[in-house]
């Protein structure tokens, strides 16, 4: 199988810094992408606190069935 | 451990929200370079922003599950959520799959990075020769060589992305290699 001389090596790694930085500066980063990341992370805060109230909130005692009327048997 | 694994470890245990945020931004000033360069060799350059925000809304949210240990670990996850929305926005709009660029292209791109740091003769001839290795073969071995010595995933990542496993991945790159310097030689 063919192996990397370290001329290949280097200019492929060469030619890759050189297209990253060419896409970078192509494609900026938009500032509201560490918006998105503010978001996302405060939405997923904000479900875990409503989990946990839901946890914590004690169940309410279970009523008791109410039995049946009994038939008025003067009726 | 280097300091993403370190930031990703705190941010798992850290509770309170105005921490967290400190924590994700530090996160994600560190990833989104090389995470945006994932996404704009994956998928046409129009589309590309729209998912990148839907990739890191993605990684924001689940960032307190990822239960690897390791840097390399946290990669892999990352490129796994990427891919997965990446997959989601093929299914309504395939047309959107970056199709490959002709070596004029990419030679436009290279002398783009010329701008900032200007390219001496030797350097430019190693930079055509390096273009030459990626773009001699046929299109499949194109885009392996590219995914593997430009985006630089690893034999690993490779084979996740394409369902294969890794030596077919690592014999498969070699034999393009070897294809691509015998076309150039």
């Known amino acids: ?75 | 451990m280097d300091d993403l694994i370190k930031l990703v470890r705190t941010y798992r245990l850290t509770t309170g929200l105005a921490e967290r945020i400190r924590l994700a931004e530090e996160i994600f000033r560190l990833i989104q370079p090389d995470l945006r360069f994932f996404e704009f060799s994956s998928i046409a350059h129009h589309a590309a922003e729209d998912v990148s925000q839907e990739i890191l809304k993605a990684i924001a949210t689940s960032l307190k599950k990822f239960q690897g240990d390791t840097t390399k670990e946290f990669w892999a996850w990352c490129y796994r959520i990427a891919r997965n929305k990446l997959n989601d926005h093929y299914r309504d709009k395939s047309a959107d799959r970056l199709q490959p660029m002709s070596p004029e292209d990419i030679w436009e791109m290279v002398e783009l990075s010329a701008q900032d740091a200007p390219i001496s003769p030797a350097v430019r001839h190693d930079l055509e020769y390096a273009l030459e290795l990626l773009t001699a073969s046929k299109p499949e071995c194109n885009e392996l060589l590219w995914r593997h010595y430009v985006v630089g995933l690893d034999y690993a990542e490779i084979a996740e992305e394409r369902n294969l496993n890794y030596d077919a991945v690592r014999m498969k790159i070699g034999r393009c290699l070897e294809e691509a310097k015998s076309l150039i030689s």
């Open chain 1, 1 to 75: 199988m063919a192996e990397l001389s370290q001329r290949d090596q280097l200019a492929l790694h060469e030619f890759s810094v050189r297209y990253r930085a060419a896409l970078a500066k192509q494609h900026q980063t938009p500032e509201q992408s560490l918006d998105t990341v503010r978001d996302a992370v405060r939405e997923q805060y904000e479900q875990e606190q409503d989990a946990k109230r839901d946890m914590t909130i004690e169940p309410s005692e279970p009523t008791p069935e109410r039995e049946p009327d009994e038939p008025d048997q003067d009726r």
